[in-house]
């Protein structure tokens, strides 16, 4: 008995290989997981990490009509058999026993989400995915494939998929601010998430994506979102006294880069959360609210301010939760807005931790 795929064949170091296209329904039957608790030294793959499955399952049922997905790789223990067609010798069929056991080089949390997606949606059994299929070589080929199949793959950064995102109400809610906010597009990387010493850029797309997170937990791109972030990072541009004095070559980039705190992403994440306590509380005029950070001291050297808040006891940039939360409570105490009991003790308790 053999499992027939429809297949091209190549060459890639004097080997050949195949590029099948295997139906969804049947990965689970050529693909078997391997649950025993071998030592790493003794396997082909990575345990799988059963986290990461959920999330790329719900990926494909919330896109059912639009999922993509890139090839498998697997090596093929047993016999095959290639049948080239009439008019191409590397097109054709493969054939492949059925005794044969398939091991996935790459895509195993791909094959696991498929599997479960499958569950809920059985229409998912006809569709098909390419495969790349190798002569298996033994353990340690296949642990070299593995090496050199995910040692050279780099992922794109999170700011290019936000930049590329076309789904995430998020996504299309901070390229929207980015865009309809002057300071945001003049200074904003859309493509990398770390920026340089001396780059031209102050924020990137990601850093203000994180950001819209924080004021606006579970978005749905509606009107009323998108008015509020672009009036409140808008009002935050034309109040941070800063911004605009580089803007206006009043000062430096570097000096306000190493000087100051206010591009810092600890602050514009801080920004955030004073952007989600003023969504939540629209009593607040928003203009009068934020009129105040033109008054704010955002220099690194005003420790009384910003110490083991946005500057740890080290003098360097802090950027964990801790030090948001604190940079938070600070800029509300700053803007004279109220501060909740709750966060009064939650400041109090990790001042004195630290």
Same mark, same amino acid.
């Given at each position: 008995?053999?499992?027939?795929?429809?297949?091209?064949?190549?060459?890639?170091?004097?080997?050949?290989? &195949?590029?099948?296209?295997?139906?969804?329904?049947?990965?689970? +039957?050529?693909?078997?997981?391997?649950?025993?608790?071998?030592?790493?030294?003794?396997?082909?793959?990575?345990?799988?990490? %059963?986290?990461?499955?959920?999330?790329?399952?719900?990926?494909?049922?919330?896109?059912?009509? *639009?999922?993509?997905?890139?090839?498998?790789?697997?090596?093929?223990?047993? #016999?095959?058999?290639?049948?080239?067609?009439?008019?191409?010798?590397?097109?054709?069929?493969?054939?492949?026993?059925?005794?044969?056991?398939?091991?996935?080089?790459?895509?195993?949390?791909?094959?696991?989400?498929?599997?479960?997606?499958?569950?809920?949606?059985?229409?998912?059994?006809?569709?098909?995915?390419?495969?790349?299929?190798?002569?298996?070589?033994?353990?340690?080929?296949?642990?070299?494939?593995?090496?050199?199949?995910?040692?050279?793959?780099?992922?794109? *950064?999170?700011?290019?998929?936000?930049?590329?995102?076309?789904?995430?109400?998020?996504?299309?809610?901070?390229?929207?601010?980015? %865009?309809?906010?002057?300071?945001?597009?003049? &200074?904003?990387?859309?493509?990398?998430?770390?920026?340089? +010493?001396?780059?031209?850029?102050?924020?990137?797309?990601?850093?203000?994506?994180?950001?819209?997170?924080?004021?606006? +937990?579970?978005?749905?791109? *509606?009107?009323?979102?998108?008015?509020?972030?672009? %009036?409140?990072?808008?009002?935050?541009?034309?109040?941070?006294?800063?911004?605009?004095?580089?803007? #206006?070559?009043?000062?430096?980039?570097?000096?306000?880069?190493?000087?100051?705190?206010?591009?810092?992403?600890?602050? $514009?994440?801080?920004?955030?959360?004073?952007?989600?306590?003023? &969504?939540?509380?629209?009593?607040?005029?928003?203009?009068? /609210?934020?009129?105040?950070?033109?008054?704010?001291?955002?220099?690194? /050297?005003?420790? +009384?301010?910003?110490?083991?808040?946005?500057?740890?006891?080290?003098?360097?940039?802090?950027?964990?939760?801790?030090?948001?939360?604190?940079?938070? $409570?600070?800029?509300?105490?700053?803007?004279?807005?109220?501060?909740?009991?709750?966060?009064?003790?939650?400041?109090?308790?990790?001042?004195?931790?630290?």
């Amino acid at each position: 008995m053999f499992y027939k795929f429809p297949a091209m064949r190549g060459l890639q170091a004097n080997n050949e290989y &195949y590029i099948c296209m295997i139906s969804l329904g049947i990965l689970s +039957k050529i693909f078997i997981e391997d649950t025993s608790d071998k030592l790493p030294e003794f396997r082909a793959q990575r345990n799988l990490n %059963e986290r990461r499955i959920p999330e790329i399952k719900d990926y494909i049922i919330k896109n059912r009509d *639009s999922y993509v997905f890139s090839a498998l790789a697997a090596s093929v223990d047993g #016999k095959i058999t290639f049948s080239p067609s009439a008019n191409n010798s590397d097109i054709g069929e493969l054939e492949v026993d059925m005794t044969a056991t398939f091991l996935i080089n790459d895509g195993q949390h791909r094959k696991a989400a498929i599997v479960k997606a499958i569950e809920v949606d059985e229409s998912l059994k006809n569709e098909t995915i390419a495969v790349v299929l190798y002569n298996d070589q033994g353990l340690a080929r296949s642990q070299q494939m593995f090496t050199d199949l995910n040692k050279h793959a780099v992922n794109a *950064s999170k700011s290019l998929n936000t930049l590329y995102d076309s789904k995430d109400p998020m996504a299309l809610l901070t390229k929207e601010v980015v %865009e309809k906010v002057e300071f945001f597009r003049k &200074y904003t990387d859309k493509e990398k998430d770390n920026l340089a +010493k001396y780059s031209a850029k102050f924020f990137t797309l990601n850093t203000i994506y994180d950001a819209n997170k924080r004021i606006i +937990k579970n978005p749905t791109n *509606s009107k009323k979102e998108a008015k509020f972030l672009i %009036e409140f990072w808008g009002l935050v541009a034309k109040y941070m006294r800063e911004w605009n004095e580089m803007d #206006k070559d009043e000062l430096s980039k570097r000096e306000l880069r190493e000087a100051y705190i206010c591009t810092q992403g600890i602050t $514009i994440h801080a920004l955030g959360k004073v952007g989600n306590y003023l &969504y939540l509380n629209p009593k607040y005029n928003l203009e009068k /609210s934020l009129h105040g950070l033109s008054k704010i001291d955002w220099t690194r /050297s005003n420790l +009384k301010c910003w110490k083991e808040r946005a500057i740890t006891n080290t003098g360097k940039i802090n950027r964990n939760e801790t030090g948001i939360f604190l940079t938070y $409570i600070q800029i509300k105490r700053l803007l004279e807005l109220d501060i909740e009991k709750e966060e009064l003790t939650r400041e109090k308790q990790l001042l004195c931790a630290k």
